[in-house]
């Protein structure tokens, strides 16, 4: 029986990764997010299974020359993408999007650590802003000292870390 959840899971896994590829993007997607300007977030998690079969079908097209991550909001979607990325000798570029727009923690406890302790590791690099570098490292970012005391401490996770978009001033 298809439901409406079936059609979405299987156009997810199937024809969005075979689209992007099409056009030299790999893509899985591990978060469905409602993003409206009266409405605070929503954000659902895809099944690992799906991020699994997703991370499969991306990879059967082609192997990447680097792999890039974004809001990833679930330990098994974290924990399927380490596995499926881990041995692929190609680099990871982590995206860690913790927050929402209006600053909502977007990552519960679980799955901080999870991204921390599973992924971080694999990552040649990894770009938070100036809140995420603070979530990521435990470290307040307010000014260049402390960025420079969170960078170090990201650092020790496993891969090199940068700045956000925003100066600091201070």
Known sequence: ILTEQNITQMFLATYVPALLAAVGYLIAIAVLVRLHPDQ????????????RAQLQAALAFRRPAVVKTGL??????????????RGLGVP????PVLVGPRGEVLLRATSLHALVNELLPLAALVTPNLIEASLLSGQEVTNEVTAK????RIQTFGP???????????
């Open 40 to 51: 605070a977030p929503a954000a659902q998690a895809v099944p690992a299974s799906l991020v």
């Open 72 to 85: 990833l909001s679930s330990v098994p979607a974290i924990r399927t993408l380490a596995s499926g990325l």
């Open 92 to 95: 990871l570029v982590v995206d």
């Open 149 to 152: 005391v969170a960078a170090l």
């Open 160 to 170: 090199r870390a940068r700045g956000g978009r925003r100066r600091i001033h201070g």
